[in-house]
């Protein structure tokens, strides 16, 4: 019963999610799997009465439940003010051990650090993938959760006479697969690009779980 309880939750949560202008959500349902409580942070562009409207139809035509507009509660924050608490990377660490390359990376969300170590055989292509996976790690201990994230391949390709970095991710929780794609144009630092390309591709999927 726990898990299905925990299957719906997260259903309706992925659904609300892709509504427009929604940036969190949380879902509570009791132990005869009812909603509960919906809580959601959405921006500023709609108004209060058409979310809890599409909230509402999309629960109902997709899972056929009727929800109270009473367990519905919204915040509303300004979209400038929401992207300027996303994950900032706060520092970058690289370095040779023995034949192995090291890497560490800081995020920080607000006044809280998270950080990941990866290491690997020494090579260039080596040197981005420790450092695509240290990144996964500090997101995964900002979400609390682990291996939900894993890395597929991480690339400097050549576009438009400009070296990119390119990353594919995957993304693997209750019960679903998904693949995510992220890139960063180099400019002075290819180790932040690389960091910055794991963040691009996974951003919108942590919006969702956080």
Known sequence: MEDVKDNLSQEI???ICKLPDIRHCSVVC?????????????GVNRNIKQLVRDIQSSINAKFGINIDYKVISIAQINENDFRETRLKLDG???KNVENAIEAIVTLKYDDKFFEG???????????????AEATILALE???DIGQ????EDIRVVSIASREVSTCVIGFAFAGKEDLLS?????NADENESAVK???SAVNRKISTMN
């Open 141 to 143: 201990g900002f979400l």
């Open 197 to 199: 390309a794991v963040l």
């Open 13 to 15: 949560r992925t659904l």
């Open 117 to 131: 170590k990866s290491r690997r055989v020494k090579s260039r292509n080596n040197k981005f993938k420790a450092i």
């Open 148 to 151: 939900a994230f894993y890395l």
């Open 92 to 94: 970058i660490s690289v």
């Open 30 to 42: 009791n132990q005869s799997n009812e909603v509960e409580e919906i809580h959601i942070i959405a």
């Open 182 to 186: 992220g890139c960063s144009i180099i």
